[in-house]
Nanobody, 115 residues
Framework: QVQLVESGGGLVQPGGSLRLSCVVS????????LAWYRQAPGKERELVATVDNAGWSSVEDAEKGRFTISREGAKNAVYLQMNSLKPEDTAVYYCNLPLRNTQYWGQGTQVPVSS
């Protein structure tokens, strides 16, 4: 059974940093990519960053220069390093694993950015 577990969220002040983690069980990240999405209150879920099974990564334009996605094979985990956080980054952040025509999602981790 494939499971994704996010962690690392929490209240942070504007300008602060957080590192989110997504640990995958039941499937190896050596054979698939993974993405981070977020959903702000009252808005649709949106893509934030992706990394493929070869380690190539991509970050959406609005977050480039502030967010970095990386993977650690030994832990079967993917991370989202978020710097210079803004109030508009406030959202629930989800990791997503597309695998064999199925989309697997974690339970989400909340990131409120507020002073």
């Amino acid at each position: 059974q494939v499971q994704l577990v996010e962690s690392g969220g929490g209240l942070v002040q504007p300008g602060g940093s957080l590192r989110l983690s997504c640990v995958v069980s039941g499937s190896s990240l050596s054979s698939s990519g993974l993405a981070w999405y977020r959903q702000a209150p009252g808005k649709e879920r949106e893509l934030v960053a992706t990394v493929d099974n070869a380690g190539w990564s991509s970050v959406e334009d609005a977050e480039k220069g502030r967010f970095t996605i990386s993977r650690e094979g030994a832990k079967n985990a993917v991370y989202l390093q978020m710097n210079s956080l803004k109030p508009e980054d406030t959202a629930v952040y989800y990791c997503n694993l597309p695998l064999r025509n199925t989309q697997y999602w974690g339970q989400g981790t909340q990131v409120p950015v507020s002073s």
